[in-house]
């Protein structure tokens, strides 16, 4: 084993020292490689790295040994970078990516093959997002269904943690490639998440372009490792404190996974990101979720509009997974309705005014109880990619399509007839009765108490609650307020045709409009 390193090590240094002042250093970020794919137009992609300060770099973009595009610039002071952005490229490929770097009469040339144009999705989040395809359901077909799928390729960002914003990624778990059973069945949440997988999978079934993913995820890790100091402060996060071990745990230190995961990807042109993170949040600044949500989607678009020149749009599409069930286990999870009602600003919808263009993937019927990773792991991952690409379709790329279940518009006390008539935004399938999903707020003099409210009649688009339970003030209404409101796939209200559930939600009994904003008491 020591030969051979010996010989080269007496080797290589001779070599060098022939091209030594032009090609140290010089190469592409860690994450721009083979078989990349990168951001077709509109917008304009970033190709950049390092080389010797002052030298000039010319990135030239050929196809079948053809001269498409050259962009020329140098190399910074200081920092030892370059970057150039491509003028916008039509999805397709595949492409080589040269750069040269001439300083004096020095030149030296890296190449990159099969790169192509498409639509770049970043994936990140905790242990849902981390899973990989072969911990889910029928993983055996789903891992060897990847023939059709060689213009969707994957990137996986290996765990690393940073006190400091990083410019560049430390490691890479799995450089650009072509996905292969190998690669996606990676034993247990390592390389690829399934999510992000199969998310792709299914916007390549409609955009028939290919399409990049870049799974960046961590278990067991809080909101806070992945804000940016900046994000933590607009929410008046207290100081780091103290966050109760779950079952998994991964760094929960402020603001370390942003530095080594994501800060160093904002310099990429991307379509947009998903998201599938808050378990580590239940029991640890719940409360504060509502903000730190907004914020880091703020803070990451912003961020990455400006690293990437403009070109990453400045409100680019973001969804997330609202959190589906699992079964208490060392701490208490009663906090599970409010983090689910917090990851939507306390709005119960998406898009709304303090999160713009986001889509969600209601999972609360999508719980798992035989999860052989514990029941906050649910396997069926295939319905929330679905539902989350049905949101990317209607919020990314402007399909007209139902991307959310139904929620009510106007809710009406017939009290006569001891009713309470919740009239949806949609129509709506009743698949099953459930005498307790549906709960009242019952209050007299300062005593609120929440009753069951059983379904009573319903049409197409509304249905009657029986609140005859509650003599006095009938002041608010909530639906699948709990942890784990139904069975798989078997909550009562659905859309019929999309066979998305209706969102769980909260609301006064003001008027006749639903006051979703308001949080009610206990
Ligand atoms: C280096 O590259 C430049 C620009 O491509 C070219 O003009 C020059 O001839 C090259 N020099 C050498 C030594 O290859
Ligand atoms: C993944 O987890 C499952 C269930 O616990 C186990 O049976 C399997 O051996 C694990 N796979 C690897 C590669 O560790
Ligand atoms: C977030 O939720 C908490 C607890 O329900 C509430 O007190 C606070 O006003 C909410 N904050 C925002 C910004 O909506
Ligand atoms: C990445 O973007 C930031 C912010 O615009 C910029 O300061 C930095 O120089 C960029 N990196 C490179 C390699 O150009
Ligand atoms: C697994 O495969 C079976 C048989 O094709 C199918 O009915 C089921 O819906 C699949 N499960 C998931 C979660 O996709
Ligand atoms: C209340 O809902 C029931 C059942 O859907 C319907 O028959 C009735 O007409 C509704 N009443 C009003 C006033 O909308």
Redesign the pocket.
């Given at each position: 084993m020591v030969a051979p390193g010996f010989v080269f090590g007496l080797v290589l240094p001779l070599l060098l020292r022939a091209d030594a002042s032009a090609d140290v250093g010089f190469r592409f970020a860690s994450y721009i490689d083979n078989h990349m794919v990168l951001q077709k137009e509109p917008a304009g992609a970033v190709i950049w790295g390092y080389g010797v300060s002052g030298a000039t770099v010319t990135v030239t973009l050929c196809q079948d040994q053809e001269t498409i595009m050259k962009k020329v610039t140098s190399v910074k002071a200081h920092s030892n970078s370059w970057m150039v952005v491509l003028d916008p490229v039509k999805p397709g490929g595949p492409y080589e990516v040269m750069a040269q770097q001439t300083l004096g009469r020095k030149n030296f040339t890296l190449r990159i093959h099969d790169v192509l144009f498409g639509d770049v999705w970043l994936c990140s989040g905790q242990s849902n997002m981390q899973m990989t395809v072969s911990?889910i359901f029928n993983a055996t077909s789903e891992l060897s269904n990847t023939a059709a799928y060689q213009s969707v390729h994957i990137l996986s960002v290996s765990l690393t943690q940073a006190q400091q914003e990083l410019e560049d990624l430390a490691k890479v778990d799995l450089q650009w490639s072509k996905p292969t059973l190998e690669n996606l069945g990676h034993?247990?949440f390592t390389y690829m998440s399934a999510v992000c997988w199969l998310f792709g999978r299914y916007l390549h079934d409609t955009l028939r372009y290919p399409v990049g993913l870049i799974s960046s995820s961590w278990a067991g890790t809080p909101i806070e490792a992945w804000s940016s100091e900046r994000s933590l402060k607009a929410c008046g996060v207290p100081r780091q404190g103290f966050m109760p071990s779950d079952l998994e745990t991964g760094p929960s230190e402020y603001s370390v996974l942003w530095n080594a995961m994501i800060h160093p990807l904002r310099n990429m042109t991307l379509k947009g990101v998903i998201w599938y993170q808050g378990e580590s949040n239940v029991n640890f600044n719940r409360d504060l979720y509502n903000c730190t949500f907004p914020a880091l989607i703020e803070d990451w678009r912003q961020t990455f509009h400006d690293g990437s020149q403009g070109q990453t749009e400045r409100f680019f599409p973001f969804g997330f997974v609202q959190l589906s069930s699992y079964l208490s286990g060392a701490t208490p999870n009663d906090g599970l309705p409010e983090i689910r009602w917090h990851q939507t600003a306390d709005f119960g919808y998406v898009p709304n005014l303090r999160m713009p263009n986001t889509f969600m993937a209601v999972a609360v019927d999508l719980c798992d109880r035989n999860s052989?990773?514990g029941s906050t792991h649910p396997r069926d991952k295939q319905t929330v990619a679905y539902r989350l690409h049905l949101g990317a379709r209607a919020v990314a790329y402007g399909a007209k399509l139902t991307f959310q279940g139904p929620l009510p518009q106007k809710i009406e006390l017939l009290g006569d007839m001891g009713l309470l008539n919740l009239t949806y935004s949609q129509p709506i399938q009743v698949q099953r009765h459930n005498n307790k999903i549906f709960e009242i707020s019952c209050c007299s003099d300062h005593q609120c108490k929440w009753l069951p409210a059983p379904m009573d009649t319903f049409s197409a688009q509304t249905l009657a609650l029986n609140v005859k339970s509650c003599h006095n003030s009938l002041v608010a209404v909530r639906y699948a307020w709990t942890t784990w409101p139904c069975e798989y796939k078997q909550c009562p209200l659905y859309h019929p045709t999309s066979a998305l559930p209706a969102p769980p939600f909260t609301a006064f009994i003001t008027n006749q409009i639903p006051g979703y904003r308001s949080k009610v008491a206990k």
């Open positions: 911990q034993g247990n052989p990773f």
